[in-house]
C-alpha cells in the first residue's frame, strides 16, 4: 500500500456525548457529538509518545465531509458512513438514536469510516479531510468555500442521463446491475437475520422460566430437590447468555451493513460515468449539427428542415455579407466544439481508467472484507454451540441426581 | 424377546422407534420379570349411520394361568377404555388408577381425527394399559382380564351388568360432599401432607407444562425463520465469484442447522411434550383419589358421630363401624402403598424425561458444532492454499 494517512496518523474515535444546542432555526435539539483523537505515527517509533490532539464532531459535520469526497472525486468509491437511523431492528434493539448500544456502534462506525478514507491512496491525501481531523473551528466555512456544492450534479440531470445515454460502457452497466443485485440481497438478508435473532431470543428466554419453577418444585421434594434447585440455575444462566450472543452478531450486521451502503457508492460512480457519456454524446450531436448548417449555409442547400430557412424562404434571402458573418460565427462554433469534444473525450477516457482502478480495489477489498466478515459468523456460531453443549452438559448432570 | 419383534412386523403401517420402546417397556419391573406384554397400535375408522369412531387393536401375550391362551387380539375403542377405567376406580377407590388421554384436545390446532391427534392418543391408551399392567394390584383386576381378552359383543354384555349410571353418579356427589363435610379434621396427618404436596406439585407441573408447550413454539417459529435465511446466501452467490464458495458454504451449514431444530422439536413433542401432561393428569387423578380416601374416612367419622348420640342398637353399630374402620384402614394402607410407588416412578419418569430433553439439546448443539467447524476449516485451508500460490514467483 502506497503511502497513506493511515500509516501516518493514528486516528479513534473514542467517545460520545450527548449534547444540546440550538439549530440553524435556533430551536433547542439533542444531539450527539463525537470525539475524533489523532496522534503522528512516526514519533512513537522514536520511544517517544507523542500527543493526543482532539476535536468534536457532530454526525452531520461527517455527513458533509462525505458530500465533500463524493463531489470532488466521482471516479472514486468514498466509503459510507453508518446509518443516520437505526434499520433492520429486532424487537429487543431499540430504534432509538439516543439509545446507547445504537451511539455506540455508530462511534465504531465513525471511527471505520475515518480509517477508510484514511487508507484510500486518492482520498486520503485531500486537505479537506486533514482538516476535518485535526482542525476544529472554522472547518465547515473551510469545505462550503470550496465551492463544492456548484459543482454537484442534480438529480434530475443524473436521472436524466440515465434514461437517455446511448453508447455507456458495458463495463459500468453490468457493475450497475451488480451494485443493484448487492443492495437487493444484502438488505433481504438483514431482514430476515434481524427476524431468526428475535425468534432465538425468545427460545433461550423462554428457557428461563424453567428456573423458577423448578426452584419452587425443589421445595417439596426431599430427593429430587437439589438435582432440580441446581438445574434450574443452569437454565438461568442458558437464557442470559442470548444477550452476549446477539450483540456480537449486531457488529457482523453492520459489517454487511457497510456493504449495503457501499452498494450505493457504487452507482454514484456509474451514474457519474453515465452523466459524462451523456454530455459527451450530447456534445457531439452538437457538433454534427453545426457542422451541417455550416455546410448548408455554404453550399446554399437546404437539407434539413429549420425555421431559418423557411423564414427566410418567405421574407426573402439574406444578404451575402448576413451569410458570411453567420458562417464565421459557425465556424467559431464549430472549433470551440471540437476543442471541447477532445478535452470531454479526453475526460471521459480518464474518468473511466481511474474509477475502474478504483474499482479494482474496492473488488478486492470488498472480497477480503466480506469472507473475513462470514468467517467470524462461523466463529460466532460455533462460540454459541459450545456454550449450549457446556449449559446442558451441566444440566443433565444435574438431572441424573434427582 | 420374541414379542418386540412381532410387534414391529403388526404395525406396519405405525413405525414405532426403538427409543420409544425402550420408554414403554421401562417400568419398574424389568422385562424379565413381566408376564403380561400390551400393545396398543392399528387404528381403524369405523363409520356408521349414527357415528364415526376410531378402533384400535389390543395385542396381549401373556405366560400367567388365568388366562386359558397365551395370545388375545381385540379391537376396542375410547369408550371402552373409559369404562376400564371407571371399573378401576369403582374396585380401588384408593389407589392411584393411571391417566387416559383427553376426550378432546382443546389448546392445538389438532383435528378430530387427524393423523396427529390419533397417533398421540394411541401412545397414551398403550401407556395406560401398560402402567395397568405393571401394577402390583391392578394387573390382576378381573375387568382389567375382560377388557384385554373379551371379544366385542362379550364385552358389551358384560359392560351391561356393572351398577347403573345413576348410582355412580350418585356416589360421585356422596363423595365431593362429605369430602367438604368435617372428613379434614380427622384426617392423619400423613394425609394432610399428600394433599398439601399434591396442590403445590399441581400447580408447578401445569405450569411446566404451559412453559414447554411455550418452548416447542418458539422453536418452531425459530425453525420457519430459518428456512427462509439460508437460501439468501445461496442467492447471493450467484452474483459473486471470489465469494461465492464462502457463500453456498455458509448457506448449507444454517441449512443442516435448520434440520438439527426440527430434530430437537420432534425429541420434545415425542418426550416431554407427553410426559408432562401425563403427570398434569395424574395431579388431578391423585387429587381425586384423596378426595375419596377423606370420605370413606367421612362415612367412618359420621357413623361413630351417631353412634355417641343413639341410646339403643349399640351393638349393631358397633359391628358397622368396626367394618367401616376395616375399609378405612385397608384405604389408608392401599393408599400409602401406592402413592410411594406412585412418587418412585414419578422421580425415575421426571429424571430420565429431563436427561432426555438435556441429551436432545446436547445432540442439537454437538450437529451444529460439527456442522460449523467443517466450514471453518474449509474456509482457512483456502486461505493457505491462497497464500501459497502467492508466495510462488
Not at chain 2, 413454539?217 to 430459518?226: A, G, H, T, V
Request: proline content about 3%; charged content about 30%; glycine content about 4%.
Amino acid at each position: 500500500m502506497e503511502d497513506c494517512l493511515a500509516k501516518k496518523l493514528e486516528i479513534t474515535v473514542s467517545e460520545a456525548e450527548k449534547r444540546t444546542g440550538r439549530n440553524a432555526m435556533n430551536i433547542q435539539e439533542t444531539y450527539t457529538a463525537y470525539l475524533i483523537e489523532t496522534r503522528a505515527v512516526e514519533s512513537q517509533s522514536e520511544g517517544q509518545c507523542a500527543p493526543v490532539d482532539s476535536l468534536w464532531r457532530r454526525y452531520s459535520e461527517f455527513e458533509l465531509l462525505r458530500n465533500y469526497l463524493s463531489v470532488t472525486y466521482p471516479h472514486i468509491v468514498v466509503p459510507p458512513l453508518p446509518e443516520k437511523r437505526a434499520d433492520f431492528v429486532w424487537h429487543k434493539l431499540s430504534a432509538d438514536n439516543m439509545d446507547p448500544d445504537f451511539v455506540e456502534r455508530r462511534r465504531i462506525g465513525l471511527e471505520n469510516f475515518l480509517l477508510r478514507v484514511a487508507s484510500h491512496p486518492v482520498l486520503c491525501q485531500d486537505k479537506i479531510f486533514y482538516s476535518f481531523l485535526t482542525q476544529e473551528g472554522g472547518w465547515k466555512e473551510m469545505v462550503n468555500e470550496t465551492g463544492f456544492q456548484l459543482k454537484a450534479d442534480s438529480r434530475l440531470k443524473a436521472l436524466n442521463a440515465t434514461f437517455r445515454v446511448k453508447n455507456p460502457d458495458k463495463r459500468f452497466t453490468e457493475l450497475k446491475h451488480y451494485s443493484d443485485e448487492l443492495q437487493s440481497v444484502i438488505s433481504h438478508l438483514l431482514r430476515v437475520r434481524a427476524r431468526v435473532a428475535d425468534r432465538l431470543y425468545g427460545v433461550y428466554k423462554v428457557h428461563g422460566n424453567y428456573g423458577r419453577v423448578f426452584s419452587e418444585w425443589s421445595a417439596i421434594e426431599k430427593e429430587m430437590g437439589d438435582g432440580l434447585q441446581s438445574a434450574g440455575h443452569h437454565m438461568d444462566v442458558y437464557a442470559a447468555s442470548i444477550d452476549d450472543i446477539l450483540e456480537e452478531e449486531e457488529h457482523y450486521a453492520d459489517q454487511l451493513k457497510e456493504y449495503l451502503f457501499y452498494a450505493e457508492a457504487l452507482r454514484a460512480v456509474c451514474r457519474k460515468h453515465e452523466l459524462m457519456q451523456y454530455d459527451l454524446e450530447m456534445a457531439a450531436q452538437d457538433l454534427t449539427s453545426k457542422k451541417q448548417q455550416c455546410e448548408e449555409l455554404a453550399t446554399g442547400t437546404v437539407r434539413t428542415f429549420s425555421l431559418k430557412g423557411m423564414t427566410s424562404k418567405l421574407f426573402g434571402q439574406e444578404t451575402p455579407e448576413q451569410r458570411e458573418a453567420k458562417l464565421k460565427i459557425l465556424e467559431e462554433q464549430i472549433q470551440e466544439g471540437e476543442e471541447q469534444l477532445k478535452s470531454k473525450n479526453l475526460e471521459g477516457r480518464d474518468f473511466v481508467k481511474n474509477a475502474w482502478a478504483d474499482i479494482e480495489r474496492f473488488k478486492e477489498q470488498k472480497n477480503h472484507d466480506l469472507k473475513e466478515a462470514l468467517i467470524s459468523y462461523a466463529v460466532m456460531q460455533i462460540s454459541m454451540c459450545k456454550k449450549g453443549i457446556q449449559v446442558w452438559t451441566n444440566a443433565k448432570e444435574c438431572f441424573s441426581k434427582m | 424377546d420374541t414379542s418386540l419383534a412381532e410387534v414391529n412386523s403388526f404395525s406396519s403401517s405405525m413405525p414405532i422407534s426403538p427409543s420409544s420402546m425402550i420408554n414403554q417397556y421401562k417400568f419398574e419391573d424389568g422385562p424379565e420379570l413381566r408376564d403380561l406384554f400390551i400393545t396398543v397400535d392399528d387404528p381403524e375408522s369405523h363409520i356408521t349411520a349414527i357415528e364415526t369412531f376410531i378402533t384400535y387393536r389390543v395385542a396381549t401375550k401373556t405366560s400367567r394361568g388365568e388366562f386359558d391362551s397365551s395370545e388375545y387380539e381385540v379391537r376396542r375403542r375410547y369408550q371402552d377404555f373409559l369404562w376400564l377405567k371407571s371399573k378401576l376406580e369403582e374396585a380401588h377407590p384408593t389407589l392411584i388408577i393411571p391417566p387416559l388421554p383427553e376426550k378432546f384436545i382443546m389448546k392445538g390446532m389438532v383435528e378430530r381425527f387427524s393423523d396427529e391427534f390419533i397417533e398421540t392418543r394411541r401412545k397414551a391408551l398403550h401407556k395406560f394399559l401398560n402402567r395397568i399392567a405393571d401394577h402390583p394390584t391392578l394387573t390382576f383386576n378381573e375387568d382389567f382380564k375382560i377388557f384385554l381378552t373379551a371379544q366385542a359383543w362379550e364385552l358389551s354384555s358384560h359392560k351391561k351388568q356393572g351398577p347403573s349410571l345413576l348410582t355412580r353418579m350418585g356416589q360421585t356427589v356422596r363423595a365431593v360432599t362429605s369430602s367438604v363435610r368435617g372428613a379434614v379434621k380427622n384426617r392423619p396427618g400423613m394425609f394432610t401432607e399428600m394433599n398439601d404436596y399434591m396442590e403445590t406439585f399441581s400447580q408447578k407441573i401445569n405450569l411446566l407444562d404451559k412453559i414447554a408447550h411455550r418452548i416447542y413454539k418458539e422453536e418452531r417459529d425459530y425453525f420457519n425463520e430459518m428456512k427462509e435465511y439460508g437460501p439468501i446466501h445461496t442467492l447471493w452467490s450467484a452474483s459473486e465469484e471470489d465469494i461465492a464458495d464462502s457463500l453456498k458454504g455458509i448457506a448449507n451449514c444454517i441449512d443442516r442447522c435448520c434440520k438439527a431444530t426440527e430434530k430437537r422439536m420432534a425429541g420434545l413433542s415425542e418426550n416431554l411434550l407427553p410426559i408432562l401432561h401425563e403427570y398434569v393428569l395424574y395431579s388431578d387423578i391423585l387429587m381425586g383419589v384423596l378426595k375419596r380416601r377423606d370420605q370413606i374416612q367421612g362415612e367412618l367419622d359420621s357413623k361413630i358421630d351417631a353412634l355417641a348420640n343413639k341410646k339403643t342398637e349399640k351393638d349393631l353399630f358397633s359391628e358397622e363401624i368396626g367394618k367401616l374402620e376395616d375399609k378405612v384402614e385397608r384405604a389408608n394402607n392401599a393408599l400409602k402403598v401406592d402413592w410411594d410407588r406412585w412418587k418412585q416412578n414419578m422421580q425415575c419418569d421426571m429424571r430420565s424425561t429431563f436427561i432426555n430433553v438435556a441429551e436432545n439439546n446436547l445432540r442439537f448443539y454437538e450437529e451444529c458444532l460439527a456442522t460449523w467447524e467443517s466450514f471453518l476449516a474449509s474456509q482457512t485451508v483456502d486461505l493457505h492454499v491462497e497464500e501459497d500460490s502467492e508466495d510462488r514467483p
